[in-house]
């Protein structure tokens, strides 16, 4: 099940969700998925990336939104 996240403080507006697939082998193996979209001005971007329960983080995925926001931003000047 898709479960929303905090507003992720990122471009103009923004949507953050993620989703967790157990691995039905006791949580070993479970993958974590985050979804973040946003807009920068005339430009929409997300990302969407997954890695392993514990492993991987909204922060982690957060910062690779932001740098991808830096290069629009930077793109868009």
């Known amino acids: 099940?898709?479960?929303?996240?905090?507003?992720?403080?990122?471009?103009?507006?923004?949507?953050?969700?993620?989703?967790l697939q157990k691995s039905g082998g006791g949580?070993?193996?479970?993958?974590r998925f985050y979804l973040i979209s946003w807009r920068h001005d005339n430009v929409v971007a997300?990302?969407?990336?997954?890695?392993?329960?514990?492993?991987?983080?909204?922060?982690?995925a957060l910062e690779l939104a932001r740098a991808q926001e830096r290069r629009i931003a930077r793109a868009a000047e």
């Open 27 to 31: 949580g070993i193996a479970d993958v």
């Open 46 to 60: 997300s990302i969407f990336i997954n890695g392993f329960e514990r492993k991987l983080t909204f922060a982690q």
């Open 1 to 19: 099940m898709t479960e929303p996240l905090a507003d992720p403080t990122i471009g103009d507006e923004a949507f953050a969700a993620t989703i």
